[in-house]
């Protein structure tokens, strides 16, 4: 059967499941966890403001997309102190307020569903430029098997499945493979962070014919892991790497 066709009936089965679906198991609000109808979308109309004002604005990094304080400015502290191996970075929300906790709830309360809207804002923001910039896969950030054990998921794979579906590429899960089950990175002080990535990322079940790749994570703060993934990649066999992630925090 041809894929085009697998995928129509793919298609047709979902969209007739999803009454169903929606009754015994309906979407909330990825901001305040209120019940959302179809009607009004991913996120409810009370808190669309909120959203708006989370919104990272210019002045941006121009390496990772990270805010920026001021104007002036080109790069954040952390590009300016450790350059980047990634081509370029963005992100959509500052990581304060209500995406904190919307944060919590994708990552560690299998609230999957809020990568829809995470991902419809990433493509409505910034879709033309990651079309623009070729990518012939997306790839997320990996978790180490004991976590993705004990968790279910992986909160960077959601991401990376609904971009891919967006910009109609393929998605490989695997493309990483973290080797260790390192510290926390929130836990590290800048200097620690680094020094806790060494060697802790392998290529894994990634064709060699793919040279552009976007990289998924769910949170941006320094750049530690985005950089180290990006460094392994670069070093067997990609050509250019870009970063995505839901939200960034400040320097």
């Not at 990772?64 to 102190?81: M, P, S, T, V």
């Not at 990322?201 to 976007?214: A, D, N, S, W």
Request: hydrophobic share 35%; net charge positive.
């Amino acid at each position: 059967m041809e894929k085009s066709r697998i995928r129509r009936i793919q298609h047709l089965v979902k969209k007739a499941a999803e009454p169903c679906v929606d009754l015994l198991f309906p979407r909330i609000c990825p901001l305040c966890g209120q019940i959302v109808t179809k009607e009004e979308g991913l996120i409810c109309p009370k808190c669309r403001p909120k959203a708006e004002r989370l919104l990272l604005r210019e002045p941006l990094c121009k390496k990772c997309g990270k805010q920026l304080e001021d104007e002036i400015q080109e790069y954040c502290r952390d590009c300016w102190a450790r350059p980047k191996s990634f081509e370029w970075g963005v992100s959509v929300f500052a990581y304060r307020d209500e995406m904190k906790a919307s944060m919590m709830g994708f990552k560690y309360q299998n609230k999957q569903e809020f990568g829809d809207y995470y991902s419809q804002q990433v493509m409505e923001h910034y879709g033309s430029r990651l079309r623009r910039a070729g990518a012939q896969a997306v790839v997320p950030v990996p978790l180490h098997k004991k976590k993705l054990r004990a968790r279910g998921y992986n909160q960077a794979e959601i991401l990376a499945r609904r971009l891919g579906e967006a910009l109609e590429i393929p998605v490989y899960p695997r493309g990483l493979i973290r080797l260790k089950n390192t510290s926390p990175q929130k836990n590290l002080g800048r200097g620690q962070r680094g020094q806790n990535l060494q060697h802790v990322f392998q290529r894994g079940t990634l064709p060699e014919h793919i040279k552009c790749i976007i990289l998924t994570d769910d949170i941006y703060t320094t750049g530690a892991t985005m950089d180290a993934c990006a460094r392994t990649l670069l070093r067997t066999g990609a050509e250019q790497v870009v970063c995505v992630s839901i939200c960034s925090g400040r320097n």
